[in-house]
């Protein structure tokens, strides 16, 4: 069915695999008479390229962004903007080799298990690749937010088991980790070289700050703002846990610490993460992302083939040794297009 | 727009206030010839029925399932299934004269901001009310996964700030509060009784254990079955955290570790939660939520009312002092629907 | 899946059999702050009551409108507005005798092919009276057009192959038929006594006419405004062929002809019914539909039962003899809602 | 919102203007191991390309299908299939000069109401040329229906007030007017030379005959097979009436007659076109377009421009005589994707 597209009053629809012709997106729902170029995505875009720092893979994707349709005079005319983005450097030969071999902690599996058969070049459509296409359209939403002065920041808080004490914008700007802590930073460079000798790989946790967000977003019940961003953020790959506001923790705080008291300058504490009942309640929205090692390691692993058989496997592709930070990009996007979507949808209420 | 709409091929659209005329759930897509009545309805419903255990509200629903269509001669002809609750208990008395306050940790601000006015009575459609109508069609799903033999089992796994240490399925069945460890049982009953001396309340933890799911569940990139899952879970009014399988722990992990290997006995561990790439892999599915503390609570907070002047509200309508174990039968039915409905898209790859 | 849901901003979800406890609807999307009351309701709902006129079945159902939720202090509050309609008169006896028979032209035969089994009494959610939540989701569609001078006409321009030669709105009030020509009335009548003699049925052909619409409704390619009112007017039982504008004809003119020029006072013509591309351009929108015969009919016909035998039948239940005028209010409804759902959206591109 | 998506298990998405960079197509929900090319989608295209008889533009468009995603070694993956036409032939010099008049006919002034700007080179999303996505979409639904046997024929019935009065489907053939009857070919010839000569255009009536359906297609209420079909071929530019079966002849027939009685080898006619109630009866499924004439016409015609000033107009662009035969494989599609989308919906129900 539909499980490529997301948002109702915003809504992308992606396509394509780690090593097919393209991969891209359609955009509906993208207001007219708004000003959009192919260098306005490829900002974004680039924040998201491969081959930057020490935890990248070697993959030079360019990347480009390509606008087919949607743009009349670089102006948004209201129909749908396609933007597509060509796959230059997929080179499928290492995966041949493994081709009948089932990764362990990928899709490679499932994907048999789904369709009977599978894409094996590099992921398929379970490559982190697509996430390139939710970029492109996250930028498309940026530009619409920015009309209405929402600005949204990602930082990394945890690396490698390495938390962050202290959150700076300003220094978080000076590292490609961007890690808001230059003290934390330090030690989770340190991690992630000893990590590399070993093979391995790590794991950590992005916040995602939604700032001068209106209250009123999100809807009852289903559509809630927190339960559209937990999809969201849950449907990138690596993610393995969604918190909003204080998250995890409020499940051990006591009904009146964790209730955020009102005063007519406005919230006291923020808890709730800027959500309550589901609908923004004009505070900052917060949410955090747990993410899981690359599951792409040259340690060597246990596993089967299509056909049962016992093997190991030990990954020599070009793999990231963490998600992080080229991960951060991507929950920026699906956040900002998930903001666009309940604010374009509460147009109908006014 | 349709945020009280929830599922695809199996979908369920919701209404009602905490004190309008009734609550309920139109059943789209339900497969015909399945055995249904509203005795196997009313079974789920009574285990989300308010007035038991020490944790509980005075408020005395019957909460009684009525079916008004979609069933001929106890089976379902596959047509929309509608199941009406009626509102029989409910005393708006207590709510009136804090009818201009915004309770802090509610919606009430939320709903004003959004809609302009409110129905003010009881939370009005951000009551915990409306998921009777969750666990109606939950009720309906797990007829569904019946047939195919698939089980969901919930329980409490923190309470208060208590976590269980053990799981044992025979030890939650002894006990209301759905406490798999009977010493940690001990622990939390005390702290509910110290917690409702203070006027206070309890957040804590749920587990979701889904038993003997197919592999190839869920759809790649958006409508992945954890994305699914994560909007489901936290759709749920006080969820403010949702993790699958290793979860937040998971971002601390090597990828050596969190890697769960394959041999021709299946996966040696579980740290996916049953998910890879966003659909099932045949093993357990499991998913855990934090819950916030109940926001209403006896002790004197910080608000404003309508007009933005600061008052001091204590909330002395009839309420629970924790969400959990009334919760877990919602959490147990929006995991029924999400995999049935899963269930039922496989389908149309087959 | 989800196919007893319609629109995408105003959005409704019905429910019910002809025999089942009560038929309803389920509307989401209906902007706050609306005076919304069961008589505006039953205004509407009282015009497509059985039991008025010569043509009509005995069946005597009060069809009162009971709004369960959605209203506060008679205003609508933004969340789902439940309307039910309890099934009072339902006399399932006639249909016992017949209840392995297909009737032809009826759904019977499809209904058994799609499930495998089929609620028999008076054709289950196929019957006619499903239009009835129609006719009360119609009526609130019309409270919101009210609010922007918007206004719909239908009225009878054929039955049994006597057509008007004049539309006069204040003739068409003074007939049941709903015909706008007081001489093409009389015939009119005449062929409805024959007719039904004769144990025999008729059709007729209905208009609608949209006054005061804004330009700009409807969307390019899929969701153009003539598409979805094809749809919605197509959905309903006895529809055969939905015109727009000059319709059928305008296969015959030619583009000199059938092109509406423009002046500065306006369109000269109205060949394409107030819309162009899809979309509506601020003149009158005409739809017009063909109406079959209704089925049910005392003359003796061939059909078989379920497991093929040949049987002759002779429907003697309680039944109109044309689905006109009963079918009007429910023609318009259904351009209500459509009309509404395109002027919700159109507020997000502004 | 999502007005350039169609279906709902058999989903497309398309996007693109006359005079952008490309044109094309996202397709979910095609099942994985349909063998499909781009040999295959270009066949149907060609059948659409311009360029071919008396009436066509000059306009060559060498309409090549490129396949970016969805399809590993000539199969289907069960993930979206994207297929892209690039716009080679686009010279927006013929369009510049009128850029702010508002053809008659056209949706020039509409798209202006509804966006405030618009695309004026060639209709831009407007333009006919999206239906080049549809019959790509079509294309990969006829890969599918083929599997089950189904087939669908398009043909003209009537051109320029001309009706056929025989149908010979080896006649059709024959002509690239598609029609089945040589002796009205002649008549239709003759009259689209003189048209030609008067600088006129003219419309007409293709009917599209589905052979081998299957009984149990489509749903109750809303999301009926005719209506969806209606929705379908609505949604073609230049189509202002739908008839399913009898059509509009149906308001003229008796219940009697219209009725399609049945014995124990079918139907004996089939006044229904193969619905009843909505859901196919596994006749044979019938429904008629009748198309407007081309509203681009060299003859003068009186429009005003985007000021209101009155203007004189005539359209000296490479347009074709009438929409058909170029329309046809636009039904077939149509009708195809239609078709299969209720075609996989039914699995649901087994």
Redesign the interface.
């Known amino acids: 069915?539909?499980?490529?597209?997301?948002g109702?009053?915003f809504?992308i629809?992606?396509?394509?695999?780690s090593h097919?012709?393209?991969?891209?997106v359609?955009i509906?729902?993208c207001?007219?008479?708004l000003t959009l170029t192919e260098e306005i995505i490829q900002k974004e875009l680039d924040k998201r390229k491969p081959g930057q720092g020490i935890l990248s893979t070697k993959r030079k994707e360019p990347d480009k962004a390509?606008?087919?349709?949607?743009?009349?005079e670089n102006?948004t005319?209201?129909?749908?903007?396609?933007i597509?983005i060509e796959n230059k450097d997929a080179d499928s030969n290492d995966y041949m080799k493994n081709s009948t071999l089932?990764r362990?902690?990928?899709?490679d599996?499932?994907?048999f298990?789904?369709?009977?058969?599978?894409?094996f070049?590099g992921?398929?459509?379970?490559s982190a690749r697509?996430t390139a296409a939710r970029v492109a359209a996250g930028a498309v939403a940026l530009c619409i937010l920015k009309k209405y002065n929402i600005k949204i920041e990602t930082y990394t808080i945890?690396l490698?088991?390495i938390k962050v004490k202290d959150i700076s914008l300003n220094s978080k700007k000076t590292n490609y980790l961007q890690c808001p802590d230059l003290h934390a930073l330090k030690l989770m460079e340190k991690r992630i070289e000893q990590?590399k000798q070993?093979g391995?790989?790590?794991?950590?946790?992005v916040e995602i700050h939604v700032l001068n967000a209106?209250?009123?977003?999100?809807?009852?019940?289903?559509?809630?703002l927190?339960?559209?961003?937990?999809?969201?953020?849950?449907?990138i790959?690596a993610v393995?846990?969604?918190?909003?506001?204080?998250?995890?923790?409020?499940?051990?705080?006591?009904?009146?610490k964790?209730?955020?008291?009102?005063?007519?300058k406005g919230f006291?504490t923020n808890?709730?993460?800027g959500?309550?009942?589901?609908?923004?309640?004009?505070d900052d929205i917060i949410a955090r992302v747990?993410?899981?090692?690359?599951?792409?390691?040259k340690?060597p692993?246990?596993?089967?083939d299509e056909q049962?058989?016992?093997v190991e496997i030990s990954t020599k592709g070009r793999h990231d040794i963490s998600a992080i930070p080229r991960i951060n990009p991507v929950c920026k996007a699906m956040m900002a297009i998930t903001i666009t979507d309940h604010l374009?949808?509460?147009?109908?209420?006014?």
């Open positions: 069915m539909t499980g490529s597209s997301f109702k009053a809504n629809t992606t396509f394509g695999e097919g012709k393209a991969i891209g359609t509906q729902g207001p007219p008479g390509i606008i087919l349709s949607g743009i009349f102006q005319t209201g129909t749908p903007i396609m597509m089932f362990p902690g990928h899709g599996i499932t994907y298990a789904k369709y009977g058969l599978r894409d070049r992921g398929g459509r379970a697509e945890e490698g088991g990590v070993e391995d790989s790590l794991g950590g946790v209106p209250a009123g977003l999100g809807e009852p019940v289903f559509d809630k927190d339960a559209d961003i937990a999809k969201a953020l849950m449907s790959g393995k846990a969604v918190e909003i506001g204080a998250g995890c923790e409020a499940a051990q705080l006591k009904g009146s964790n209730n955020d008291q009102i005063t007519n006291v808890n709730a993460g959500i309550l009942a589901g609908i923004s309640n004009g747990s993410i899981k090692p690359i599951p792409s390691i340690k692993l246990q596993t089967i049962g058989k016992e374009l949808r509460q147009k109908l209420n006014q």
